[in-house]
Nanobody, 115 residues
Framework: QVQLVESGGGLVQAGGSLRLSCAAS????????MGWYRQAPGKQRELVAA???????NYADSVKGRFTISSDNAKNTAYLQMNSLKPEDTAVYYC?????????WGKGTQVTVSS
């Protein structure tokens, strides 16, 4: 069984920074992709950033230049460094891991940016 443990969410003022972490544990042998998604109240879940096992990254246009995704393959952990946060970044952030032909999601961590 694979578990995703997310951490790093919280309340921050506009312009501030947060760093999210997602650690995958359990019986997972080969991770193909790790990513972060977010869902704001009344909106659909959307991709924020993703990174492949080869290091290729993909970002939502709204976060380019402000957020950086990285991963530590040895630790099966992904990070999302979020800088210059805006109130519109407020959402529940979910970690996603694709590996061994399976798709896993974390329970989410709340990020709230005050104006």
């Amino acid at each position: 069984q694979v578990q995703l443990v997310e951490s790093g969410g919280g309340l921050v003022q506009a312009g501030g920074s947060l760093r999210l972490s997602c650690a995958a544990s359990g019986s997972i042998f080969r991770i193909a992709l790790m990513g972060w998604y977010r869902q704001a109240p009344g909106k659909q879940r959307e991709l924020v950033a993703a990174i492949s096992s080869g290091g290729n990254t993909n970002y939502a246009d709204s976060v380019k230049g402000r957020f950086t995704i990285s991963s530590d393959n040895a630790k099966n952990t992904a990070y999302l460094q979020m800088n210059s946060l805006k109130p519109e970044d407020t959402a529940v952030y979910y970690c996603r891991v694709v590996g061994d032909g399976m798709d896993y999601w974390g329970k989410g961590t709340q990020v709230t940016v005050s104006s």
